[in-house]
């Protein structure tokens, strides 16, 4: 009897525990969220235009006049929503149509009409659908999962110590699909089929891949069907009694095919986003995508979770030599919806530190490897194991939330590498061996990267390069350009002369010190423009892609390093140049000393400083300690700007 009270308590105390902390984890993220200025990230025009669309016409599509009720729906946004980019359809009623049916906007709806009655600024509506959608989901889990306290409290702890923080203040759907899955994860545990299928199905209104999530479990539904047919019964009479409750079942399934009806009734197909072959058809293979959606360093699931990656895969070694099929069940469907989504080949597309799939797709993962682990290890000292291993892994992962901002990856940016990627390239090159698009993507600071031109080239925050992207036809540009400071270049010259006609990596150790060295022809101006573009041969670090009228330094500091054959004793650096939110702090150093220091409003930039003599190195390296990101602003950009480059010559002094 006292062992039952004493149980009693702990299950009291732990559950406690659980409500406390979930009503402490809503207050801080609320909290977090109306500190935050709320820009539209993502595809947020498709996710908010329905908003104003439904409550101005009663359509999911987009005219002229929604937009001018979307203005006044959401004032903050209304200098970007001119700029709109939607699936570019026409609907058979008229009217544009998003990229993705809008279930999630419809639940954004009443906090809208809420925050606006309060007259409170709406365009918080979104977060906190985002925050309200992710503790429903908890709830459900604390009070639904027919698992022991302590495992909920697991995965309690897994699944809001999470990358899905940095998505709470997106305006799309990311997070209502992680919180719809985690429903139909413990519906689905619990053989509660129907809900399973309703909630699948709600998360699949929005990406179709995740209805192959439905598909297993249909299948999983009809072997427990043909497993429980008693022997006395003949299959005739089993059928005839379960037809009414299999056909119910089954049109739970119903919702997650509305999009799929809707948009072949306006557009002929499908899925809209199927629709374009260039989102098919890319130069990586889907193994390949699959394997960085894995394993990258940036966006994959194993810079968040790595020791539960590590759990996985010895758990599936013990499930497969065991026959264990429960645990087969939940990392195939974890892997086919990788495998699904994988197909689009628009990988490096915009996102806040892990990929905007991978961030819903590992709550298959989680639930797998939590649910499953007590079955498959028995021993209680591997039990503790494994248990510490999760535990450590919530405190990685708190830490590198924290370490790229919890407000949506603000240390981050999608077209730069991450700092744990990056951390990695400049100690160990050798271990991050990227897709080439995603090299090239997060090198030239440009959406997507798949059209390229190698080289491409890495540099760590010393100056010297750590990675190469090239193929047999950059040989003599690499040779001629970069060499080592310590003047043995043999190690250079035989990795360069080994490349062959299919592009590869050299990774470059740090002792040989290779950096970029280019011949500067004194006069010769630089441009920055994307139409005559000639800078980038002395460009190391720090700036942005090129645009029509210049570019955009990216960061706080910006380096170039080059050589001359000037005989003058001082040269003069002229850059024309604007700034970035009415005026700059500049400071310029030119081989470590500094040369200009002072608060700069845009226009003619001019310094002098003593030239190190013909063929020595030049390196001159702009700090820009108020750089700011137009996001502070509202936009859907997570650059830092601080200069805004058109032209850039240097000259010996007169």
């Known amino acids: 009897m006292n062992n039952v009270i004493r149980n009693f308590g702990k299950k009291i105390n732990l559950n406690s525990a659980m409500l406390i902390y979930m009503i402490i984890y809503a207050v801080a993220m609320l909290f977090l969220s109306s500190l935050c200025t709320i820009g539209l990230t993502g595809e947020g025009d498709d996710y908010t235009l329905p908003v104003a669309s439904i409550l101005n016409r009663r359509s999911f599509n987009i005219l002229p006049e929604d937009v001018a009720y979307y203005k006044k729906l959401f004032p903050r946004w209304s200098e970007w929503i001119d700029a709109y980019s939607l699936s570019g359809y026409i609907a058979k009623g008229g009217g544009e149509m998003p990229w993705y049916f809008p279930i999630y906007a419809i639940c954004c709806i009443p906090f809208t009409v809420f925050l606006k009655f309060l007259n409170f600024p709406t365009e918080f509506a979104f977060p906190y659908t985002n925050i309200m959608v992710i503790c429903i989901s908890f709830i459900v889990l604390v009070k639904c999962l027919k698992r022991p306290e302590t495992e909920k409290a697991l995965l309690l702890a897994i699944l ?51 209805m192959s999530i439905g598909i297993i479990m249909i299948i999983h539904y009809m072997l427990c069907w043909i497993k429980g047919k008693e022997e006395k019964i003949s299959w005739g009479l089993y059928i005839k009694g379960s037809i009414l409750k299999i056909f119910s079942y089954g049109m739970c399934y119903i919702i997650g095919i509305i999009p799929m009806i809707y948009n072949y009734y ?53 499930a497969i030599k065991n026959k264990k099929v429960d645990y087969i069940i939940w990392g195939g469907t974890f892997l086919i919806n990788m495998l699904l989504y994988s197909i689009i080949t628009h990988i490096n597309c915009g996102m806040s530190g892990i990929a905007r799939y991978n961030v819903w797709g590992v709550v298959l993962l989680i639930f797998g490897v939590c649910l499953c682990k007590n079955q498959l290890v028995h021993k209680i000292k591997f039990k503790r194991i494994i248990n510490a291993l999760l535990v450590v892994g919530v405190f990685w992962t708190m830490c590198i939330v924290l370490w790229y901002g ?114 500067y ?38 380096i170039m390093r080059f050589q001359t054959s000037s005989d003058s004793d001082v040269l003069v650096g002229k850059i024309k140049c604007s700034v970035y939110n009415e005026k700059q702090k500049i400071l310029i150093y030119v081989n470590g000393k500094t040369v200009y220091n002072n608060e700069f409003e845009g226009g003619a930039l001019q310094f002098s400083f003593s030239n190190p003599g013909k063929g020595e190195v030049i390196e001159i390296r702009i700090e820009l300690p108020n750089a700011i990101s137009p996001s502070v602003f509202g936009a859907n950009d997570q650059r830092l700007f601080g200069l805004g480059i058109t032209t850039m010559v240097f000259e010996d002094d007169k």
């Open 160 to 210: 809001s110590v999470n990358p899905i923080i940095f998505y709470f203040n997106w305006t799309s759907a990311e997070t209502f699909i992680y919180a719809m899955l985690i429903i139909a994860c413990v519906a689905w545990y619990n053989k509660w089929y129907k809900r399973a299928a309703i909630f699948v199905s709600l998360a699949g209104m929005l990406n179709p891949t995740i």
């Open 266 to 318: 306006n557009m002929g197909h499908i899925n809209l986003t199927a629709s374009h072959s260039e989102y098919l058809t890319g130069r990586e293979t889907i193994l390949e995508r699959l394997l960085a959606y894995l394993l990258d360093l940036n966006y994959g699931i194993i810079a968040y979770y790595p020791l539960l990656l590590i759990v996985a895969a010895l758990l599936s070694v013990v």
């Open 406 to 519: 919890p407000n949506v990856a603000s240390n981050t940016q999608y077209t730069s590498f991450t700092p744990l990627a990056e951390y990695v390239l400049d100690k160990a090159p050798g271990i991050y061996n990227p897709l080439h698009s995603t090299f090239s993507s997060r090198i030239n600071h440009v959406d997507g990267g798949y059209d390229y031109e190698t080289p491409i080239v890495y540099t760590a925050s010393d100056g010297y390069i750590r990675k190469v992207l090239a193929s047999k036809k950059d040989q003599e540009y690499l040779m001629d350009n970069y060499v080592s400071c310590t003047g043995d270049n043999k190690w250079w010259k035989q990795k360069v002369h080994s490349l062959t006609e299919k592009e590869s990596y050299i990774s470059v150790p740090p002792k040989y010190a290779i950096e970029k060295l280019p011949s």
């Open 521 to 558: 022809n004194i006069g010769e101006e630089l441009l920055f423009g994307l139409k005559n573009y000639n800078a980038g041969d002395y460009i190391i670090s720090g700036m942005s892609e090129q645009e029509d009228w210049g570019t955009w330094t990216d960061g706080r500091e910006m």
